[in-house]
């Protein structure tokens, strides 16, 4: 526990939490809080208290802005702001390695720069620069890039744009960066790092992405050789290089390779992995991939799962049991909704990887083998997504049935029968979250279309739930993730939908929901969704209860409850813990007729952002409290005491993201409102 005392006779305290610099701060008697320390930079001293001086300093290559040195004054505040470390624009670089970036990296630099820095190594030996990131507005900014340990200085180039440059190895000992923007736009920037090696080696040459490097020794005559990762195939660059002597300068015989998934090919390996275009990054747009898997003859192909994400509806791995597009669909997989795994009929399997021109995601891996077909026996039929199967003898005349999760639906109900031929009598069924439907029972499953991927759009599904006679439906919200406004659910117990009993949207999860009339009742809901966004969407589970009386409508997070009977006429009355809002009516009542409901759903508490306190006690949360508060909050607290007394802050719960900061700041006032 941590307690702040401050007694005086100042009768106002404001307290907020703002989100920006770094680091959690503590108000204490006689102290200001962390200032922290900025970024590329370092502090001198860590005591907090009045008269208490902090220094700062900046890594090499950095200049400081702001104050160097500041101290904390007996009002509780700093002399001044933090400072910051910004790249210099001018600067010798003489270490042996180093990192060069543009002013203000990785944020925008500025207009009307003309920085230069030189990279000074020993005489003898040369210079190698690696782009990791370029970012210049093009024609109008640009970076050169120029050799001058020699006696007749070079030019290796003038760069610009977003196209990230080659690497570039010296002939001399000295290198040139010159950079200059204009009075427009600007980018990112850049970041290179850069390594000295001697006159007779090459330089480093660097691991490819996504794949290996076989040697070490870069002296002139040396070889090093390169391999890609599974599933990755070799673009650019070659799979063995050396260091030559070429027009009297010490190189590499080629460029490194790059190591990239491809979009489509012709697989003939016993094992291997397929991926995602991109991959282990999203996918790119418009993609059209084919790939052909082939096993040897009297085999199959298998392929597992490995990770499966793509845009639901848009975006869509097709799979076909042969070896072309007109070749039997086995299924088309979008969202995550793939199975754990594939088994073909023959030695081939098709597959064609569709993308649209907007959202992408993390793609697929999947690795395939090939497996040998039994004679006397059908190959593992798999087992639905959002399902199960009740069968693991696959011999000829055996069968199969599979069963799907509450919620979703077969495509098809039929055993599955292993025939003559080795083949199953027909294809694996698929469990699927449909559009509306009627459900007949004590206890269910409601999901949206998709579940649990993002629905599609332009939807309108209604389910009907009954239950049996005289009882009412009870709907519990175990997920809630509709597009706020546009997509709806409406809950109704009569059919009509002008006039719910809820109207549901956004990602607050609601409360549960009860209707019921006596009789053969049926409750209806209907789902909305527009022709945009989309998002995971719902399940809901349904149980029956009795009408008679009304059911314990619970207490709210946080609250009270006055009252303990639920008859008809009988009423409940709600009040909040100390610093929490109530939100709805502070009273509800049991109905009588023909149903047995509560007059209101119930209130809610809540934490808000900011209040005001006039009391001689009492609490401050944050926003949300005790779950996690959200972003961009500004939040002020008000506390008024009477004249000559003090106010004691005592911190129950404390726990802010770095960057997050809760500030007292104590104020006199002659007029208390």
């Known amino acids: 526990m941590v307690e702040h005392v401050l007694q005086d006779d100042r009768r106002l305290v404001e307290c907020q939490i703002l989100g920006g610099e770094r680091g959690k701060s503590e108000i204490e008697r006689g102290g200001c809080g962390d200032p922290g320390v900025p970024g590329f930079g370092r502090r001198s001293g860590d005591r907090f208290q009045h008269g208490d001086v902090l220094t700062f300093f900046c890594q090499s290559a950095f200049e400081l802005v702001g104050e160097r040195t500041i101290t904390c004054q007996h009002n509780n505040q700093w002399s001044g702001n933090k400072p910051s470390c910004v790249f210099s624009c001018f600067f010798n670089f003489t270490a042996p390695s180093g990192t060069i970036l543009s002013p203000n990296y990785p944020e925008e630099y500025g207009n009307n720069l003309n920085c230069v820095w030189l990279i000074i190594s020993e005489p003898g030996s040369r210079i190698h620069l690696l782009f990791s990131d370029f970012d210049l507005e093009p024609q109008f900014d640009w970076l050169v890039v120029k050799d001058e340990g020699l006696s007749e200085p070079t030019t290796f180039g003038t760069f610009s744009g977003k196209d990230v440059p080659s690497q570039i190895a010296s002939n001399g000992h000295i290198m040139r960066l010159e950079f200059q923007s204009d009075h427009s736009n600007t980018g990112k920037g850049f970041n290179i790092s850069y390594t000295t090696f001697g006159q007779n080696e090459c330089h480093d040459p660097g691991v490819p992405v996504n794949g290996q490097r076989y040697g070490d020794q870069f002296q002139l005559g040396s070889s090093v050789a390169f391999r890609c990762d599974q599933g990755f195939i070799r673009t650019q660059g070659s799979d063995q290089v050396t260091c030559i002597i070429q027009e009297g300068n010490v190189i590499w015989s080629a460029a490194v390779p790059r190591c990239e998934a491809p979009c489509g090919g012709h697989l003939t390996a016993p094992t291997g992995v397929l991926l995602s275009p991109g991959w282990p990054s999203f996918y790119k747009d418009s993609l059209n991939c084919q790939w052909v898997i082939e096993a040897q003859t009297d085999h199959a192909v298998k392929i597992n799962f490995e990770r499966f994400q793509t845009e639901v509806n848009y975006d869509t791995l097709e799979i076909r049991d042969g070896p072309s597009a007109s070749s039997q669909l086995i299924g088309e997989y979008h969202g995550t909704q793939a199975p754990h795994f594939l088994i073909s009929t023959s030695n081939f399997l098709f597959l064609l990887f569709t993308t649209d021109n907007s959202r992408s995601a993390a793609g697929f891996s999947i690795r395939y083998e090939s497996v040998k077909m039994e004679l006397d026996s059908c190959l593992d039929p798999g087992i639905p997504v959002n399902g199960g199967r009740h069968g693991s003898i696959f011999s000829i005349g055996s069968r199969v049935s599979f069963t799907c999760d509450l919620g979703y639906t077969p495509s098809d109900q039929e055993p599955i029968v292993c025939e003559q031929n080795h083949q199953w009598s027909h294809a694996l069924p698929s469990c699927d979250a449909l559009c509306g439907g009627y459900v007949y029972g004590k206890t269910g499953t409601i999901l949206s279309p998709g579940y ?50 809820a109207r549901l949207t956004g990602s607050v999860l609601p409360p549960s929901v009860k209707a019921g009339l006596f009789g053969n009742f049926s409750a209806q809901l209907r789902f909305i969704s527009d022709f945009s966004m989309s998002y995971e969407g719902f399940n809901i589970t349904f149980s029956e209860y009795d009408l008679e009386p009304c059911e314990d409508p619970g207490v709210p997070a946080y609250s009270r409850r006055m009252g303990f009977r639920f008859r008809v ?6 009040s909040c813990f100390h610093g929490y809002r109530l939100e709805g009516d502070s009273k509800i009542t049991c109905l009588g007729g023909g ?16 209040a005001s306190s006039l009391g001689p006690e009492g609490v401050l949360l944050s926003p949300n409290f005790p779950s996690n508060y959200d972003n961009n909050h500004e939040c002020i607290y008000r506390i008024t005491t009477e004249k000559g007394k003090g106010i004691r802050l005592r911190a129950e719960s404390f726990s802010l993201q770095d960057g997050d900061n809760l500030k007292a700041y104590l104020r006199t006032t002659n007029n208390c409102p």
């Open 452 to 501: 649990p991927d993002f629905y599609p759009n332009s939807l309108n599904c209604t389910w009907t739930i009954e239950v049996s006679h005289g009882k009412g439906v009870h709907l519990v919200f175990h997920t809630f993730h509709l597009e706020e406004n546009h997509d709806y659910l409406t809950i109704t117990e009569d059919g009509n939908f002008f006039v719910p009993v």
């Open 569 to 574: 006429g009988d009423s409940l009355a709600f």
């Open 595 to 610: 149903r047995r409901v509560w007059s209101n759903t119930l209130p809610r508490c809540i934490a808000e952002c900011g």
